[in-house]
């Protein structure tokens, strides 16, 4: 299967600059599309990448919804991790949080960054890459990296559930940019912030 870089990284749990080191010291063959975007083969890749996870340390399974609205789809998403943790006989916790994927202040977004940091989690598993967070997620794969822990996306999740969720997170951005130009008063500003409103509002119908 031939992946983008993005795609390739989120599945080994390696950062795009390792995948950029491997090719440059010829340890992979890495095809160009026309336009020259990488394209990576994923067995090629998994060869590279043996287990790192040794017996004594922790899974990790993240699970995240934006709001109280989804709780339902957080339960699935538990059901989904626990289901294959359990499977592959790991010993496991689950670390679930409701909140944006913009905000980096969830409590279960820094308990999992601690852990990660205190090097006892041998893997995170995730059924999507933006239950971790919709932006910014590289520098936590970077992380794990670097700790040796090992991330494991699932790929499961709704189209319904993705579209009502960049719908809020595109709302709460909206807000936060709203609270910043209202201040100046300025009616190029203003005029933004109507603009916005519209979009986000067009998004949630």
């Given at each position: 299967?031939k992946?983008?870089i993005?795609?390739a990284a989120?599945?080994l749990?390696?950062?795009?600059?390792?995948?950029r080191?491997w090719e440059a010291a010829?340890?992979?063959?890495?095809e160009r599309t026309?336009?020259g975007?990488?394209?990576?083969?994923?067995v090629q890749?998994?060869?590279?990448v043996?287990s790192r996870?040794?017996s004594?340390?922790?899974?990790?399974?993240?699970?995240?919804?934006?709001?109280?609205?989804h709780k339902?789809?957080?339960?699935q998403?538990?059901s989904i991790l626990e289901?294959?943790?359990?499977?592959?006989?790991?010993k496991?916790?689950?670390?679930?949080?409701?909140?944006?994927?913009?905000?980096?202040r969830k409590?279960?977004?820094?308990?999992?960054?601690?852990?990660i940091?205190?090097?006892?989690?041998?893997?995170i598993?995730?059924?999507?890459?933006?239950?971790?967070?919709?932006?910014?997620?590289?520098l936590?794969?970077?992380?794990?990296?670097?700790f040796?822990?090992?991330v494991?996306?699932?790929?499961?999740t709704?189209q319904?559930?993705?579209?009502?969720?960049?719908?809020?997170?595109?709302?709460e951005?909206v807000?936060i940019?709203?609270?910043?130009?209202?201040?100046?008063?300025?009616?190029?500003?203003l005029?933004?912030?109507?603009?916005l409103?519209d979009?986000?509002?067009?998004l949630e119908?």
């Amino acid at each position: 299967m031939k992946v983008g870089i993005g795609q390739a990284a989120a599945e080994l749990g390696v950062s795009r600059d390792t995948l950029r080191r491997w090719e440059a010291a010829g340890k992979i063959t890495v095809e160009r599309t026309p336009t020259g975007h990488r394209r990576y083969d994923l067995v090629q890749l998994r060869g590279l990448v043996p287990s790192r996870v040794s017996s004594d340390r922790i899974t990790l399974a993240y699970a995240r919804v934006s709001s109280q609205n989804h709780k339902k789809d957080l339960n699935q998403q538990i059901s989904i991790l626990e289901s294959f943790c359990t499977t592959n006989d790991w010993k496991f916790e689950v670390i679930q949080d409701v909140g944006s994927g913009i905000n980096y202040r969830k409590s279960g977004l820094r308990k999992l960054i601690q852990r990660i940091c205190h090097g006892d989690v041998g893997r995170i598993v995730l059924t999507h890459r933006d239950r971790l967070l919709r932006f910014g997620i590289e520098l936590v794969f970077s992380l794990c990296e670097h700790f040796g822990t090992e991330v494991l996306i699932l790929n499961v999740t709704s189209q319904a559930e993705f579209e009502d969720e960049i719908a809020e997170d595109v709302m709460e951005i909206v807000t936060i940019f709203s609270a910043r130009l209202y201040g100046s008063r300025n009616e190029k500003n203003l005029d933004i912030i109507r603009k916005l409103k519209d979009i986000a509002k067009e998004l949630e119908s």
